[in-house]
């Protein structure tokens, strides 16, 4: 069996965008979350402009969803401290995004987010996602499993 080591980082939670416990009613499904993981690159020149974002918007609007709408168990937004292994035939990133999700989160994902954004910072879906798509882009997404 070939072992390919692609990445080795050190990883840091953005602060208040970090949210691995959520209420009873969110853990008690019989049915576990998917472990979804996002490699974000954002671009070096914006890394603090998307720091506020995640830290005034889309952290607070996760930390609704989890509390409130309960189809997404936990979130964890974590930066690139350190890079000590990339294997250069496969795109890096700067920025992961863990998230355990039930079944019915593409359902409700735009509409929970949209009401958190604005509850959290008085912007819309639309206009957060047009800002973020000016700094960022998402370099894969896959389903992870839970070590």
């Known amino acids: 069996m ?13 602060p208040h965008s970090h ?20 490699y974000v690159v954002v671009k070096h020149n914006k890394l603090e402009q998307f720091r506020d974002i995640m830290m005034q918007r ?19 937004a974590l930066e690139t401290e350190q890079v000590w292994t990339h294997h250069p035939d496969y795109p890096g990133w700067n920025q992961l995004h863990i998230i355990a999700l039930y079944p ?4 409700k994902y735009k509409k929970d987010l949209g009401h958190g ?4 910072s ?7 996602m047009e800002q973020l798509k000016q700094i960022r882009t998402m370099r894969y997404k896959c389903i992870s499993s839970r070590l």
Not at 19 to 38: A, G, H, I
Not at 58 to 76: K, L, Q
Not at 104 to 107: D, I, N, R, S, V
Request: net charge negative; charged share 25%.
């Open 117 to 120: 954004l604005d509850r959290a």
């Open 58 to 76: 889309n952290g607070p609007a996760m930390h609704i969803i989890c509390n409130e709408r309960r189809w997404c168990h936990s979130f964890y």
């Open 19 to 38: 949210f691995p416990v959520q209420s009873e009613q969110t853990r008690r499904r019989w049915l576990k979350p998917l472990q979804v993981v996002e």
């Open 104 to 107: 019915e989160a593409p359902f």
């Open 2 to 14: 070939l072992n390919l080591v692609v990445h080795e980082e050190l990883l840091s939670s953005t």
């Open 122 to 128: 008085g912007i819309t879906f639309e206009e957060n």
